[in-house]
């Protein structure tokens, strides 16, 4: 097992991060209805090109025009039932990469055996929380976790990163992708290296969307870099953009604001120089 040397992965960063602005990458996504505009929002601001679908044809045809697509299982409607398993199988036969964010798993029957069907066509990035994939490696049988294990909380952790890293090397092996798991200490691994990022604002935990919007926006770093890369670049420029509009705002509404702006703003060089750890998974 071969470690990836930091100065490989900071230049594959800043690669990611030029192509992405030279290029546009459009990454579909069907998120909840409580972050559309946000998740959009910040995927342009990014240097991504945004698009919102629904229903299951809509999902179907998005994915042969995407470069990756972005599912996000937070406000379920019962036509999602078909068109969340439908797009991840297409996306699966056309071996394009897509992002899983599996908010409020182990709330009800439908979100469960949604989530459960994408054991089959596992995503290549899953973003979440500690708690959240403690409880998608128990849900997939991986024997790392259960949903009676986590302590998953509607959208709220309650579990610690240390806590959910074997879950997260299980899932990140099992899938061949990549697990980024969001917390006071952020953490991307691929099951075989494993990387700590230190540092963001705790102001983004009071705007709504601030994660789904993260998972939207490896979706678009996805379009250019290894599922590996991407997760780990759009985590380091959230990381950037959320401190420095904390800086400068006093309020979680001028932050949200803010926050925006400094994506847009972030350079290649900037986002690849954020601190970050790296270990060889056990």
């Not at 996306?91 to 709330?107: E, F, R, S, Y």
């Not at 798991?181 to 099951?191: K, N, Q, R």
């Not at 949200?256 to 400094?262: G, I, N, S, T, V």
Request: with cysteine; proline share 5%; net charge neutral.
């Amino acid at each position: 097992m071969t470690v990836l040397l930091e100065k490989d992965i900071r230049a594959a960063i800043a690669e990611a991060a030029r192509r992405v602005r030279a290029e546009t990458p459009m990454a579909p996504s069907i998120t909840n209805t409580v972050t559309i505009s946000f998740v959009a929002n910040a995927q342009l601001a990014a240097g991504g090109s945004a698009a919102m679908v629904y229903l299951p044809d809509e999902g179907v045809a998005m994915t042969r025009a995407a470069g990756a697509f972005y599912i996000n299982a937070g406000t379920f409607f019962p036509f999602y039932a078909e068109a969340l398993p439908a797009t991840a199988r297409e996306l699966h036969a056309l071996g394009k990469p897509w992002v899983l964010d599996p908010v409020g798993i182990g709330i009800g029957n439908m979100r469960t055996d949604v989530l459960a069907s994408f054991r089959k066509t596992p995503p290549t990035i899953v973003r979440c929380n500690a708690s959240e994939i403690i409880a998608l490696a128990g849900l997939w049988g991986l024997n790392t976790g259960s949903l009676v294990a986590s302590r998953v909380k509607g959208v709220d952790s309650f579990d610690s990163i240390e806590d959910a890293l074997p879950s997260a090397i299980s899932v990140a092996r099992y899938s061949r992708g990549t697990v980024a798991v969001s917390g006071a200490t952020d953490l991307v691994t691929d099951g075989k290296t494993t990387v700590r990022c230190p540092g963001g604002s705790k102001r983004l935990s009071l705007v709504t969307g601030g994660g789904c919007s993260l998972g939207g926006v490896m979706a678009v770093y996805a379009c250019v870099a290894t599922p590996f890369v991407a997760a780990l670049a759009a985590t380091s420029l959230y990381n950037l953009a959320s401190v420095r509009a904390a800086a400068t705002t006093d309020g979680p509404g001028t932050f949200a604001a803010r926050f925006l702006d400094e994506l847009y703003k972030a350079l290649p060089d900037e986002i690849a120089a954020q601190p970050f750890n790296v270990e060889e998974c056990q």
